[in-house]
């Protein structure tokens, strides 16, 4: 079972804390680390499938992250479930401040 810590490198101190903050998770529980916005978009977005791969543009996982999205963040890319969700939370940190502004922006234009 690998374990992955919830507080990756990133370029805001804001979204470290943020993260910093967040439980340990493991591959094998890790449903039980989604808030209820997360899951909201996760549904959305792959249907909460750490698999989910978008042909059309190459975004994939529970979030439907892209590459350059890890990148930006300063993050590396993982097929670990665990990994997936500190990305995406450190990507709506960074974006939108809370999992309720992303899924506020999700409803209004289909993606966050």
Known sequence: MQEVAASPASTSHDVRA???????????HWRRF????????DRHESGVDPTQIEPSTGAYGLGQLLASTYR???LVESPSPCAEIAAQRAYMAERYGSFAHAKAHELAVGWW
């Open 18 to 28: 943020h993260l910093h903050r967040a439980p340990r998770c493991t591959d094998a």
């Open 72 to 74: 930006d963040l300063g």
């Open 34 to 41: 989604l808030g209820p916005d997360e899951r909201w978009i």
